[in-house]
């Protein structure tokens, strides 16, 4: 879980909430660009109840990726990567996030589509999405979208306001 603090004021306030998981080396979160775009100053929460100060060491706008990295003993374990071949539609996957300011959430879907470049209405140059109807809502951002076997099939980044169950 990820809290983006920044100024409101003369006062730190929190800005944003979100998501993030353990990928890549020991110590580093991926999460989206749009999270912590803004933050002054970055906060994770841990699954095991510690909270601890992160840093930003790098953010790609156009990708809505981002990359944090925290100095705690025994970090969790990173995630694996869905083999490519294996992220088609038709697979099942859980969303996992912190929605609307729920602790821990998972939500169930599959994937309905791959390679969609049509989600995002805007210029922003977000690219080959995966398509799911696993619920996601506020605060899943940057949550990992994972198989049964809880391999990365993809980061939940984006929800089609228009449609219903489309993310």
């Known amino acids: 879980y990820t809290l983006v603090w920044g100024l409101d004021g003369p006062e730190e306030q929190p800005l944003a909430a979100g998501t993030g998981f353990f990928f890549g080396y020991p110590g580093e979160i991926l999460t989206n660009a749009h999270v912590v775009a803004d933050a002054w100053r970055i906060e994770v929460l841990l699954a095991d109840g510690r909270a601890t100060e992160a840093t930003l060491v790098g953010l790609e706008a156009l990708t809505d990726l981002a990359l944090l990295r925290v100095e705690i003993d025994s970090p969790p374990p990173t995630l694996t990567v869905m ?52 619920a996601i809502n506020q605060g899943n951002s940057g949550g990992p979208l994972v198989d049964r076997f809880g391999r990365l099939a993809g980061v939940c980044t984006a929800v089609d306001k228009e449609g219903q169950r489309i993310a």
């Open 83 to 134: 083999a490519e071949d294996e992220v088609r539609a038709g697979v099942w996957v859980l969303a996992i996030g912190h929605p609307l300011g729920l602790e821990f959430s998972a939500s169930k879907g599959i994937i309905s589509a791959v390679n969609r470049t049509d989600v995002v209405r805007d210029s922003l140059g977000y690219w080959d999405f995966i398509q799911t109807d696993a």
